[in-house]
């Protein structure tokens, strides 16, 4: 048998200073050429240090006590700073999870993959744009050519992904490691990059080491899995092995808390992890909390010597849609096609054009004095719990703050209603003198779930609430949130790109392209009798937790067209079928 390209062996990685605390305890594992192994676990559980680790960037604070990691027999925890240069690129890439936080905003393309290219040779500049052109081809970006000459921010979250990828193979490396390189993408551009690695593993025979919290992921990609928990292995084998007969406890429970698209066939309610938390029954709201008539959102873009309007991005275009007290309305769709900017819209944090009526209050043309009393009545849920909470403030303090605004309590009575809220979020009330960096992601979302009750609203915008989330706290908080629906008959609006979550939670479900609805109905209409072509490409492309499935090697997915048109145009309207009992579907081009 030959020997593996890299043996990890006893890895242990600690705080550094008089008091250590083990981060990674006696980590091993081998990986052979060609093959690809997926670690998986909850953050915090060490995925991501031991991928810093074996490219040697470990942050201040952090160091590696013991072990070696054996590249081809080179001990890369062993090697000097210079050594360790000049095998990162040439022997190991990595792809990080955000490609703008890891490729320069004010350099092209271009120039940033001619530094990748030449970062252990030198070759001349019409040779170095061939090489960076050949990459963009390798990793099927269209148009290298144009695409060399642009920034980063000109590029679609996908394309970005992919010029990550195509730097990472600039050196033509034995082992590549990709740290959740998907977390942040849609469904089908998810899958086109899945499909793009295996592809180019298929045809380079690189090892990767593919680091993920999502099973579907795990299940499309690897041959071998390595569960994480809290610094040690739990568990390792093949991944059929593993999905199919998993011997640890928190294997069997991470795979049972992954919402898999399907298994809500049949079935009239949303899904929950477990029983619901028993609580009595407050008032009920009833009726139509929000109404939504021809919203259109446009932005122009201002470019040129005097910033005139040239172009406009067409971002919302006469959408309609109502939402009942109680109900979970969910819109979906890939990036750019307007869910976002939908919601900013109903909070009225952008300009619109068209009706947008909250519990009886038109919020058209509304000032910010106006707007403040309706402010009571919607709330919004960001993607990021840490960015939206302020990390100078005790999360106490941060809960009342809308009340302090409002005026509603002051006093002890302020004191009182954060305890409560923490009840209702499922947290301790002696956590209210810390501060946000002392809770874990998902407390972290819980908090700003609480701060979004504290002001009693009738409708509440989740923007991606969940996607950051593991899956098993992911599963929480959502019960979390059918909870706080049938107690006080609070309506969402669910903005997500993860199919299987929405399949789980929602009463209706509108689908979005290109800043307009192109089928909505029941949860049911809209995964089990897909009528339009878009809604079923959205569904195709999610990766599904059974590695006994044939894997997708290739995907027909072109990237989402340009919302971004000439002054003056006026998109033709839309024709609608209903396909029976309000399942309505937008009429698709000849």
């Not at 990674?24 to 991501?48: H, N, P, Q, W």
């Not at 030198?122 to 963009?136: C, G, N, P, Q, V």
């Not at 690189?206 to 809290?230: F, S, W």
């Not at 900017?341 to 509304?366: E, I, M, Q």
Request: aromatic share 4%; charged share 20%.
């Amino acid at each position: 048998m030959a020997a593996p390209l890299l043996a990890l062996s006893n890895l242990v990685i600690e705080t550094a200073g008089p008091h250590p605390t083990r981060l990674v305890d006696g980590l091993s594992f081998t990986r052979e050429r060609g093959k690809t192994l997926c670690i998986a676990g909850e953050s915090g559980s060490g995925k991501s240090l031991t991928a810093l680790s074996l490219m040697r960037l470990l942050g201040p604070g952090l160091r590696v006590s013991s072990g070696t990691a054996l590249l081809d027999g080179q001990d890369l925890l062993k090697l000097t700073p210079e050594q360790i240069r000049q095998v990162r690129g040439r022997r190991l890439g990595m792809i990080f999870q955000e490609p703008m936080t890891s490729l320069n905003p004010i350099q092209t393309v271009g120039q940033q993959l001619g530094e990748a290219i030449n970062a252990h040779q030198r070759l001349s500049a019409a040779d170095t744009a061939h090489r960076a052109r050949e990459l963009l081809d390798q990793v099927q970006i269209p148009e290298p050519a144009r695409r060399l000459k642009q920034h980063p921010f000109e590029l679609s979250g996908g394309m970005r992904q992919r010029v990550m990828i195509a730097m990472a193979l600039a050196q033509s490396p034995d082992l590549i490691i990709a740290d959740e390189p998907t977390t942040a993408l849609d469904v089908t551009v998810q899958a086109q990059i899945l499909a793009l690695l295996r592809k180019l593993q298929a045809e380079t025979g690189t090892a990767i080491i593919l680091i993920t919290h999502d099973m579907g992921v795990v299940a499309e990609m690897a041959d071998d899995v390595l569960v994480m928990r809290k610094g040690v292995m739990v568990e390792s084998g093949p991944v059929g092995q593993i999905f199919s007969s998993p011997q640890a406890d928190y294997t069997r429970a991470l795979l049972a808390a992954v919402p898999r698209l399907g298994e809500m066939t049949g079935t009239t309610t949303p899904k929950r992890a477990s029983a619901p938390a028993p609580a009595e029954k407050l008032i009920q709201p009833a009726g139509r909390v929000v109404e939504v008539k021809d919203l259109t959102v446009r932005f122009d873009i201002h470019s040129g010597l005097f910033g005139r309007a040239g172009q406009r991005v067409h971002a919302v275009e006469g959408i309609s849609f109502g939402l009942d007290a109680g109900e979970t309305l969910s819109l979906v769709g890939e990036s750019g096609c307007g869910k976002s900017t939908t919601g900013k819209a109903l909070a009225n944090l952008v300009p619109f054009r068209g009706d947008v009526v909250v519990n009886g209050s038109n919020l058209k043309g509304l000032s910010a004095r106006e707007m403040k009393p309706v402010r009571r009545d919607i709330q919004m849920i960001f993607q990021d719990p840490y960015a939206s909470l302020d990390p100078r403030m005790r999360v106490g303090d941060l809960v009342i703050e809308p009340l302090h605004i409002h005026g509603l309590a002051q006093g002890s009575e302020l004191q009182d209603r954060a305890a409560e809220l923490f009840d209702q979020v499922g947290l301790p009330r002696d956590a209210l003198r810390r501060y946000p960096h002392e809770f874990s992601g998902g407390q972290r979302q819980r908090i700003c779930i609480a701060r979004a009750l504290s002001l009693q609203p009738k409708v509440i915008i989740a923007d991606e609430s969940v996607s950051a989330l593991d899956v098993s706290v992911q599963a929480q908080v959502l019960d979390l949130l059918q909870d706080l629906q049938s107690r006080f008959g609070i309506a969402y609006l669910f903005i997500s790109h993860d199919m299987a979550v929405v399949e789980q939670i929602s009463h209706r479900v509108a689908v979005m392209y290109l800043g307009r609805f192109v089928e909505i109905g029941t949860r049911a209409q809209i995964f089990e009798n897909p009528q339009h072509a878009y809604t079923r490409r959205l569904l195709s492309a999610v990766p599904i937790p059974d590695p006994a499935r044939e894997r997708r090697l290739y995907l027909p997915f072109g990237d989402l067209p340009s919302p971004v048109r000439p002054l003056g145009y006026e998109p033709p309207p839309v024709n609608w079928r209903d396909v029976g009992h309000g399942h309505l579907v937008a009429e698709e081009a000849a």
